[in-house]
């Protein structure tokens, strides 16, 4: 039964919870975001595979998930890029966002997102119960997709995509 830490909007910590209850009644919880990027500027893209609990088949960023009670975010996302993706990186802390989206399924993603950068040219060794497939693309080319294909992509990516431009313009 993996747990999830709850937060308030200061990102403090408030107590653990059952993850799937959590995503069912909707209470603010710790997770985070990794955004990578090859020497090209390209950003990796995966594609969450169908059997995910919700946006089965829909593209994203190259991992996200929540930390374990006792694991600190940095860590966790260092662990979940190698379990996800097959490969570790320098990972660095880039921003933080708050964002809340319901899904068909009645489950809620209601998170306190800490978004992660890094480089990576490699090998990439994808596990197929997390990921479908994979592909580096221009950013030019995905907020085009994003504008003409919304519903291509998972529900976080469409927040969280303007505000990495944003903070990589800055």
């Not at 919870?17 to 919880?29: G, P, S, V």
């Not at 596990?127 to 497939?133: F, N, R």
């Not at 950013?139 to 919304?150: A, E, G, K, Q």
Request: proline share 4%.
């Amino acid at each position: 039964m993996t747990q999830v830490i709850l937060v308030n909007e200061a990102d403090q910590e408030l107590g653990l919870m059952e993850k799937m209850q959590a995503h069912r009644q909707a209470i603010l919880h710790r997770a985070f975001s990794v955004f990578i990027f090859n020497s090209s500027g390209e950003m990796l893209l995966q594609q969450r595979a169908i059997s995910k609990y919700h946006s089965g088949g829909l593209w994203t960023n190259a991992c996200c998930s929540h930390p374990l009670p006792g694991e600190s975010t940095s860590m966790a996302a260092c662990r979940r890029l190698q379990e996800e993706m097959g490969f570790s990186t320098q990972l660095n802390n880039a921003f933080s966002f708050i964002y809340k989206a319901a899904f068909d399924n009645g489950l809620t993603e209601y998170e306190f997102d800490h978004v992660f950068t890094g480089i990576y040219e490699g090998t990439i060794n994808t596990d197929p119960a997390e990921v479908q497939d994979y592909c580096y693309k221009p950013m030019d080319d995905i907020r085009d997709n994003l504008i003409c294909f919304p519903e291509k992509y998972t529900a976080w990516f469409k927040i969280a995509f303007p505000k990495l431009e944003e903070y990589l313009a800055g």
